[in-house]
């Protein structure tokens, strides 16, 4: 098993809850494909640096897990068909 770590940007106009919620999903979606989350860091609304999709802040989640690739897969696949998803990146950690 590999360590990874995901960060994503979630849209602004949601409430903090549904932000939330929205993480602890990812994570049981990573235990069900047989990945150990290993620490989950939720940074809340920060403002960017530039303008993405004419949007100036959004709310920042980090994951670090350990698991196989089929996860990262699809964890990768559902982050990049979400609306509320501005951006993710899964970083494989050495």
């Known amino acids: 098993m590999r360590t990874y770590e995901v960060m994503t940007i979630w849209r602004p106009d949601l409430a903090e809850t549904d932000v939330r919620a929205q993480v602890a999903e990812m994570e049981e979606l990573l235990r069900s494909k047989g990945a150990e989350i290993t620490s989950s860091d939720f940074w ?51």
């Open 44 to 94: 809340g609304k920060r403002r960017f640096a530039y303008e993405i999709d004419h949007l100036t802040e959004g709310f920042y989640a980090v994951i670090e897990f350990r698991g196989e690739g089929q996860a990262v897969e699809e964890l990768d696949r559902g982050l990049s068909l979400s609306d509320r998803v501005l951006r993710h990146k899964v970083m494989r950690q050495d």
